[in-house]
């Protein structure tokens, strides 16, 4: 199953771009062998629109253009469920398991994701109830797509 991330905002040089690349990287090399591959990280522009509720619509149009055909879509959502470690390496490897050929992961802009999109997706997950600058969650992502993947995989990374 081919793995997006896809994000609202740039991620700038810096420590934090480094750490999450490192993850992404892990994830890409360990991925493979049990059937995961790290497809691609898409950053797009965040809405100049005046009001929120315009912003999330248009970030949202943005984010739908750029999804693959038929595949599953998680969005990252105070709002969502919150999640272990073993229940999001689950989530994964079922969708892995039922065929599904893509699986796309968004963080949404600073205003949150538009409610219309997120009726669509196939899970909403949270980080935790704290607000997480998109950095920081973007190193936390994908450290939890690299620690799923030694968890589906037995390795040892993974000590609860």
Known sequence: MRVGLFAVGRLKAGPEKELAARYLDRFAKAGPAIGLEMSRVLELAESRASSADTRKREEAAQLEKALPDAGILIL??????????EGFAALIGTFRDNGKRDLTLVIGGA???????????????CLGKMTWPHQLVRILIAEQLYRAVTILSGHPYHRA
Request: glycine share 12%.
């Open 76 to 85: 990252l959502d105070e709002r969502g469920k919150a999640m272990d470690s």
């Open 111 to 125: 205003d949150g994701l538009d409610p219309q999109f997120r009726g669509k997706a196939d899970a909403v997950i």
